[in-house]
């Protein structure tokens, strides 16, 4: 088989929802105690709400451990979809629980479904801008850039949207997006490599950051300056040990607005981690450790930040405490 045809077959192969639990496993002569998830109940309002689901193991040694990409998670039919990485996302209105259940132990979580159907608006400085962030479109290596490229220049990671809103907008007499036919709108049509752009494929028809970019150009490009901005932004969990060297870790980020809401914003935060040797984290959240030492995690969304300091013990099978003299 040329290598060309076995490449893609590979990277289906990883991105199958199996693969990562294959990889993963409690340590040896673990016993669950309980079954813990985060959040305690789920309320997605609207077709781009989300929430990154959180399952941890308490053991019997007393440690608290992910899992859950090893847990069976059972979504209620047809209600909401559950990616490999336990984020969940409404597909249709109604109500339910999603059982999670590992060795003998579950848990249930209520979760509530509405405005799937619903035209909401779709906010330039709430919505918008989190996607065009996520997609490194304003970051200093692409659009973001000093000089911009190729002709088109955003403000670093979205500082000013005003100027980002007339980029996009104003710029060669709006031709970048098309109200009327919103899918052959520039904007879309490079994104989703419709055609040539060195940026890459970012997105495609049917992912939440192209409807929801769609949706905007479809109602009409609108600026909403008034918008609620963020104030602050939380990680979970908070300050975890991890006693096992390429133990993995998912993380969540909730934001908190100045008109006293929150939302999930997992998906559009940028987590890195400050030591790499010791633990390195991707695009979604999670964290992998690398070998014994301590690593923090920051969390960046929307010019936000917040810390998770992880702590990694490696094996200590063997240790006992010998009291040296004072």
Request: hydrophobic share 40%; charged share 20%.
């Amino acid at each position: 088989m040329k290598l060309s045809r076995l490449l893609p077959a590979v990277a289906l192969l990883l991105a199958a929802p199996g693969f990562a639990a294959a990889q993963e496993k409690l340590p040896d002569g673990a016993k669950i105690l309980k079954l813990e998830a985060r959040p305690a109940a789920v309320t997605l309002t609207g077709p781009f709400a989300y929430a990154q689901l959180l399952v941890t193991a308490r053991l019997d040694s007393g440690e608290a451990v992910d899992v859950t990409r090893i847990a069976k998670i059972e979504t209620p039919a047809g209600l909401v979809a559950l990616s490999p990485a336990g984020l969940v996302r409404p597909t249709a209105d109604g109500a339910g629980d999603i059982t999670v259940s590992l060795a003998g132990q579950a848990v249930k979580v209520p979760v509530t479904v509405s405005g799937t159907k619903a035209d909401q608006p779709a906010s330039f400085v709430k919505d918008v801008q989190p996607v065009l962030s996520k997609l490194g479109c304003n970051a200093g290596t692409c659009h973001g850039a000093q000089a911009g490229k190729n002709g088109f220049k955003l403000s670093l990671r979205g500082y000013d949207p005003i100027f980002d809103y007339r980029a996009l907008t104003d710029d060669l007499e709006g031709r970048r997006f098309n109200r009327a036919a919103p899918e052959k709108s520039l904007m879309l049509l490079k994104t989703a490599g419709a055609v040539p752009h060195q940026g890459g494929v970012l997105t495609q028809p049917g992912d939440p950051n192209y409807e929801l970019l769609r949706r905007w150009i479809g109602q009409g490009v609108k600026l909403d300056l008034d918008a609620p901005r963020v104030k602050s932004i939380a990680i979970s969990p908070k300050d975890p040990t991890l006693g096992q060297i390429g133990t993995k870790q998912q993380f969540a980020v909730v934001a908190a607005y100045t008109d006293g809401s929150t939302r999930d914003v997992t998906a559009e935060t940028f987590v890195d981690s400050s030591n790499t040797e010791v633990a390195t984290v991707d695009k979604t959240g999670l964290l992998t450790s690398v070998r014994r030492g301590e690593a923090t995690m920051l969390a960046r969304y929307e010019g936000t930040y917040a810390a998770s300091t992880v702590v990694v013990l490696g094996d200590r099978s063997g240790f006992a405490w010998e009291q040296r003299p004072v």
